[in-house]
């Protein structure tokens, strides 16, 4: 059962054999009704949602103005310690509007999270969608550009064997055309290129920090399960420098042959 003035999971007592169950530490009648509380991990979250009124007030104005922002400040540690995925069961206990409404809240934040990851999942389709379709552009833009550019050289070619004045300008204008439409897109590939080579490269920088920081965790994880001079050795293993680890594998191999020579 748990005790809102140890605040912690005690077994229940009763002083007799009709009486109420007690608090073997502090001899306090358990209450039966707020059995949800144990969800909160030990730690009694509810009592800080009061008004600051409902609290003594201070003699002086500092203490009340001290009181005030502890008040709050326990108050933002409790919000932020409940489960936003908990749902509180009364058992005997009547609904208050102060329980309706955090089970709404409760229920409106977990609800949320689908909607977060829809609009996420929503938004990489469209960021692929338009990266789809400027690729298409980029690709009709070449291909213009460079069967523009063929065009030309061919009709410069042509006019120059037949000694054609107006099918010249038009074979210079078409290639110098071509010759524009080719710059701009290659110079849009260039920078499509080299923003995805950020984007990529910003993403492996992610990656890796994640895997020294799993590879931490797997090491602190493994430290807990060693014995000390297992644990020194391994840690000693990853900080200490290759001629610094030879140095000491030779002095064991020194001890070990002292002793087998013994």
Known sequence: MWCRQCQQDVPAVARSSQGPLVCPCCRRELNLGNLADVADTGISLDCY??????????????????????????????????????TEISISSPPTASGSWRSLSMSNDASDAPQLRQVAKQAQQDELSNSTQTSWLLCCLLAIGTVGF??????????????????WQWGMTTTIAAEGLLIVALTWMATRLWYNSRRLNHQLRGVDEQLVEIHEMAGSLSAGQLSASQNYYHHFSQVANPHMLVANLRGQVD????????
């Not at 009709?155 to 004045?165: E, I, M, R, Y």
């Open 49 to 86: 949602e009061q008004e600051p009124h409902e609290y003594e007030p201070s003699a002086r104005p500092i203490d009340s103005i001290s009181q005030g922002e502890s008040y709050e400040k326990l108050r933002r540690i409790g919000r932020q310690l409940r489960s936003p995925y908990r």
């Open 150 to 167: 063929a065009a030309g050289v061919l009709v410069l070619a042509g006019s120059a064997a037949f000694d054609l004045a107006q099918v």
């Open 255 to 262: 001890q070990l042959a002292e002793r087998i020579g013994g």
